[in-house]
Each structure stands twice: as structure tokens, then as C-alpha cells.
């Protein structure tokens, strides 16, 4: 089984500061690595992924997460956050070679909240 | 805009009534997830269709049934409702083996 600990439920910050969502997760198996962003009112949207090589993965408006295997996490960054980064953000695990079976476990996410 | 289309967006409804919730996946993709979002349990994965057949359940209870169409869309149906089950319902797709899930907007569900 798996299950995935979101650390911090809110995490205020000011605008162009810099910000780190910590996720932790636990599996008997090996797990593909994801993070959500949900804007209010809004649907779940792929922020970025781990699935194999670098263990550092970006996304395209300046995000980061490090997979760190030998201490179960990979927490999200940002170097200087906006305004319109103010949202929910989860942090999801799936496990491989699941014969198709691609449920994602989700923490009880993090609401990021950036002030000017 | 992830190509993942739920209806309706917004549903109202007493105990005890019975409510259809509609996904249509993105084109070309053969796999259909719900999930349930409420305050109390958070993002819990309730179910997974592969091209009609049911492929994994989650934490769904017995009044929740779901099925997918030949044309692929699936329905979520949700019976014997309580206000318990207040809560957004997102549908996500995925292509065949694919880990990556898009979401749809999901159908926010009030039982009064």
C-alpha cells in the first residue's frame, strides 16, 4: 500500500519569495511521482512528474521538485513566487509496473497562499 | 483546458435521491478514473475503466456504481444519497498504460 504526507496544510508567503512544499510518501513498490495544482473553482491540473531519469524535474512557469529516494520525498520549489500562485497543491504517487492498475494516492494537500 | 469534459457542473439534490454524473475522456484515451474530493477525506480514488471493462476499485461504496460506454464516456451513479456524500467528483483520463492523468473540471455534488 501507499500513502503520501503533505506536511504543511497552509503555507502563506510574499510575493517573489522564495517558497518549498515538502511531500513525503511511503510504498512497499516503487512509485511514479506526481504534483497537482488546483485553482479555486477549478479542476486538478499536472504541474510536473517524476517517472525516470534526472531526479530533478521542472515545469514550464519556473516550479521544482526533487525525487529523493533514500528519504521518500519530493518536494516542490519555487525561487520567487507570484500573485496568481496562490492555489491548492497535491502531491500524488502511483505505483509502477501495476499491470494497468494507475490509481493515483493523493496527499491532503497544501494551500499555497502569496501576499503581495 | 485538459480535454476532459463532466457534466453537469453543478448538481443539487435531497437524501435518499439517486443522481447520474457524465465524463467524456480525452480523444484517444481508453482509460477513465473518478475520484471524490470532500473536506473530510480529502482526494480519494474511487474507481478505473479501461475501453468498457472495469479495471480497479478504490475506497467506492456499494450505492455507487459506475460504467463506461462504448463510445468510451462513463457514467458515475451515485443512489441512496446522503448528505455524506457532498463532495466534488472529478472524472480523469489517461492513454492505454499511461501514468499521466488529466482531469476534468469535475461535477460538485450538494445533498441537502
Known amino acids: 500500500a501507499q500513502s503520501v504526507t503533505q506536511l504543511d496544510s497552509q503555507v502563506p508567503v510574499f510575493e517573489e519569495a522564495p517558497v518549498e512544499l515538502r511531500c513525503n510518501y511511503s510504498?512497499?513498490?516503487?512509485?511514479?511521482l506526481f504534483w497537482y495544482v488546483q485553482y479555486p473553482n477549478q479542476g486538478l491540473q499536472l504541474l510536473l512528474k517524476?517517472?525516470?531519469?534526472?531526479?530533478l524535474v521542472e515545469s514550464i512557469n519556473g516550479f521544482e521538485a526533487e525525487f529523493n529516494k533514500s528519504q521518500t520525498s519530493f518536494h516542490l520549489r519555487k525561487p520567487s513566487v507570484h500573485i496568481s500562485d496562490t492555489a491548492e497543491y497535491f502531491c500524488?504517487?502511483?505505483?509502477?509496473?501495476?499491470?494497468?492498475?494507475?490509481?493515483?494516492?493523493f496527499g491532503a494537500g497544501t494551500r499555497l497562499a502569496v501576499h503581495p | 483546458d485538459s480535454g476532459v469534459t463532466q457534466t453537469p457542473k453543478h448538481l443539487i439534490t435531497a437524501t435518499g435521491q439517486r443522481v447520474t454524473l457524465r465524463c467524456s475522456p480525452r480523444?484517444?484515451?481508453?482509460?477513465v478514473y473518478w475520484y471524490q474530493q470532500s473536506l473530510d477525506q480529502g482526494l480519494q480514488f474511487l474507481i478505473q475503466?479501461?475501453?468498457?471493462?472495469?479495471?480497479a476499485k478504490g475506497n467506492i461504496l456499494e450505492r455507487f456504481s459506475a460504467q463506461q460506454f462504448p463510445d468510451l464516456h462513463s457514467e458515475l451513479n451515485l443512489s441512496s444519497l446522503e448528505l455524506g456524500d457532498s463532495a466534488l467528483y472529478f472524472c480523469?483520463?489517461?492513454?492505454?498504460?499511461?501514468?499521466?492523468?488529466?482531469f476534468g473540471p469535475g461535477t460538485r455534488l450538494t445533498v441537502l
Open positions: 500524488a504517487v502511483s505505483p509502477l509496473f501495476s499491470g494497468g492498475y494507475n490509481k493515483l494516492i
Open positions: 480523444s484517444g484515451d481508453l482509460s
Open positions: 517524476y517517472l525516470s531519469g534526472s531526479t
Open positions: 510504498s512497499s513498490v516503487s512509485v511514479y
Open positions: 475503466y479501461y475501453n468498457g471493462e472495469e479495471r
Open positions: 480523469a483520463s489517461s492513454v492505454e498504460g499511461g501514468y499521466e492523468q488529466f
